[in-house]
């Protein structure tokens, strides 16, 4: 047999192979772990979608929260002394968390008491420890730190350190 | 092998939105190339496995699929031999076995294909291919069993295509020598019987 007939019959064997193979493939429960993987890796999109959502509506409420207040401020000519305080000794608050506008300078500003939706927690990664306090309230109240200009740059979140106190603070006018 | 993707970036991006029957999509069409690269390169054992870490690398790094730089299959198979090469720690004490393994062609000039039956030539010719050094047996797989052009083959194993041409070459001769120490070992067991 001459060289190319050698070249040619190993190349027919090797095709023989190729042929014999084509039917081999991965075992189904692969294909199984696979297509899990794709629905847990959507599942958590939406999650972080919902929550992405949910953020984004939080600030548009905060942020109208603190529009109206600083509309009323400005008719009035100061800001009440119950919109305007910190938090108390009776009060348990989180840190300040960042708004929108958190980069934007201030000089000045005022922390505003304010009532915005229990949603507003959830955005924050709040609402578990939050909703064990008072799950059936739809609002909860919320420090905002207001610049001058009467944007919101952070809120934080605030609870009576007791439900007595709680209730006592929800009764003031 | 050189079959037209015009989707595969977009089926990419569904699978790596969550699309499910777009992943199952690109499952369908590839796992089989990249199941028979990690049969020959590694065995059965690992093949399960090497099929799923690349294409779960597929759907955890979807961004660097470029269609520009080759086919889906192309991209899938050069992630499968990342995989397979962490897992072959033997790979280097197998190259310095390399040298051993080469027997130049021509001291075997004889065929061994046309005395045995087609069912004994397959399994002669997988058996030859699983001996060969993994670079000889790589190139085989991607070249012969796989049909990829040189440039598509130099791609996934990441050498010029110069390489895969005389690793190709130096893998045909090799293998031309194992069979024909086959068909010699075949004859002689027929004489015994």
Redesign the interface.
């Known amino acids: 047999?001459d060289e190319s007939?050698?070249?040619d019959?190993?190349?027919?064997?090797?095709?023989?192979?190729?042929a014999?193979?084509?039917r081999?493939?991965?075992?189904p429960?692969?294909?199984q772990?696979?297509?899990a993987?794709?629905?847990s890796?959507?599942?958590a999109?939406?999650r972080r979608m919902r929550a992405l959502s949910m953020a984004i509506a939080s600030m548009f409420l905060i942020a109208a929260a603190v529009s109206g207040w600083w509309a009323r401020a400005r008719r009035s000519g100061a800001p009440t002394d119950a919109s305007s305080r910190a938090a108390s000794a009776g009060e348990v608050a989180t840190t300040f968390l960042p708004l929108t506008y958190s980069g934007v300078p201030i000089t000045s500003g005022q922390i505003v008491r304010l009532e915005v939706p229990r949603a507003a927690l959830a955005s924050f990664g709040l609402a578990p420890v939050e909703s064990l306090d008072a799950p059936s309230s739809g609002t909860v109240l919320a420090d905002v730190l207001v610049g001058e200009d009467g944007l919101a740059r952070a809120v934080r979140f605030v609870r009576a350190a007791d439900r007595s106190a709680q209730q006592q603070q929800e009764q003031k006018p | 092998m050189n079959e037209v993707e015009p989707d595969d970036r977009r089926l990419v991006d569904a699978?790596?939105?969550?699309?499910?029957d777009a992943?199952?999509g690109i499952?369908?069409a590839h796992?089989?190339a990249?199941?028979?690269y990690a049969?020959h390169m590694c065995g059965a054992s690992a093949?399960?496995d090497i099929?799923?870490d690349t294409?779960?690398a597929l759907?955890r790094q979807p961004n660097r699929f470029d269609p520009a730089r080759g086919t889906l299959s192309a991209y899938l198979l050069g992630i499968a031999r990342h995989v397979l090469l962490k897992r072959l720690a033997i790979a280097r004490n197998e190259s310095a076995r390399d040298q051993d393994d080469v027997v130049d062609a021509a001291v075997e000039?004889?065929?061994?294909?046309?005395e045995l039956s087609?069912a004994e030539?397959?399994e002669?010719?997988?058996s030859a291919?699983q001996t060969l050094p993994p670079q000889y047996r790589e190139v085989?797989v991607l070249c012969?069993?796989?049909?990829l052009d040189y440039a598509e083959a130099a791609a996934i194993m990441e050498c010029p295509v110069g390489t895969v041409r005389s690793r190709l070459h130096r893998a045909?001769a090799l293998?031309?020598s194992k069979?024909a120490g086959a068909r010699s070992g075949v004859r002689y067991a027929r004489l015994r019987r």
């Open positions: 047999m007939n050698r070249v019959a190993l190349t027919r064997a090797i095709r023989a192979v190729a014999d193979e084509a081999l493939t991965a075992s429960i692969v294909e772990r696979l297509i993987e794709v629905r890796i959507a599942a999109r939406r | 699978a790596r939105r969550g699309d499910a992943f199952a499952y369908r796992q089989g990249v199941y028979r049969l093949a399960d099929v799923q294409f779960l759907l000039p004889a065929s061994a294909f046309d087609r030539t397959i002669s010719v997988r291919i085989v012969e069993l796989q049909e045909r293998l031309a069979l």
